[in-house]
């Protein structure tokens, strides 16, 4: 349902842009996002973005990660990267119509080197 792309590896201060597509129809309102994993801690909410175009952004993130959505692909612009951004993170979307769903992409990597 969900496929994600890009990921890697950056140095400090460094920039990536995660992708992720959302394959079939989806209905109503939703919202696409990301949530991210470090080892040893809980997957936690990096970034959300509503069918409408409402955005919450983590405060751990805000003012460097950028959410944009097209349709259904959501995107993760994420710029002066820091060591403690290493983490898995996953790709998300939640819809409501015309029943509660949730679905996960594979998850990828991304490790910034200090």
């Known amino acids: 349902h969900l496929v994600q792309s890009g990921g890697g590896l950056v140095q400090t201060g460094g920039s990536l842009r995660l992708s992720c597509a959302a394959s079939g129809t989806i209905f109503g309102v939703n919202y696409m996002g990301w949530y991210r994993q470090a080892p040893g801690k809980q997957r936690e909410m990096v970034a959300r973005?509503?069918?409408?175009?409402y955005t919450v952004t983590a405060d751990s993130v805000k003012g460097r990660f950028t959410i944009s959505r097209d349709k259904n692909t959501v995107n993760l612009q994420m710029n002066s990267l820091k060591p403690e951004d290493t983490a898995v993170y996953y790709c998300?979307?939640?819809?409501?119509?015309?029943?509660?769903?949730?679905?996960w992409g594979q998850g990828t990597q991304v490790t910034v080197s200090s």
């Open positions: 973005i509503s069918s409408s175009g």
């Open positions: 998300n979307l939640e819809q409501f119509q015309p029943i509660y769903e949730t679905y």
